[in-house]
Each structure stands twice: as C-alpha cells, then as structure tokens.
C-alpha cells in the first residue's frame, strides 16, 4: 500500500491491477470485488456497454440507504481518506490533486 498527501490531508490509495484483489480489499475493507468479463462467445448488457470495468466499490451515499455501486477501471486508484470514507480515482486524478509521501528505507 502506498501513502499520498495533499495537504494537510493525506490518504491510503492501491492501484487496482486486475490482479490484486487481496491488495485492494487491505484499503476497501471487503467493500471491492472484482468483475469478471463474459467468456468468448457469451455477452451480457455490463460487457457490451461497460467493458472497461473489471471491479466494483460498494460506497456510502448521504442517507443510511443510499449506498452505490461504483465500477472501477483497471488502472484505477481506490483510496481511503482519514475518517474512511472510500473513493475512486484515476491515475492522473490522484498524482494532480496528491504528492506521494516517500518514507526512507521503502521502495
């Protein structure tokens, strides 16, 4: 997991790969799940018109029942901010709005 502050805020993010599920569950705390595509020769409506969603965030609306689905991109960051509230965000997103905090002796 990466650290990314933009100040004073700073926030967990994980990019999603398409391979990294466990990963993005550590910051989504279970609320992701991957979407897997239709096989070669099936189709289904979510393929044909949202082929570029390969996962989903189930995220808090404003009302105790308003919770949403929000599909995630490969490439996408989800990010957790103080408090917990979870996000999406895509790469050029997150690297202009947040500088990544660099710890000595990380990679």
Known sequence: MRMFQRNPLAIEAVQWTGHNE???????????????Q??????????????????ELLLSGAGDD?????????????VRIPGGQLAVMTDSTLRFNYQEIVHEGSD
Request: overall charge negative; glycine content about 14%.
């Open 22 to 36: 466990d990963e993005v569950q550590e910051v989504a705390g279970g609320k992701f799940t991957s979407v897997t």
């Open 38 to 55: 239709c096989t070669d020769g099936e189709s289904c409506v979510n393929c044909t018109d949202f082929p570029e969603i390969t996962g």
């Open 66 to 78: 308003d919770d949403y689905v929000q599909g995630v991109e490969t490439g996408n960051w989800i």
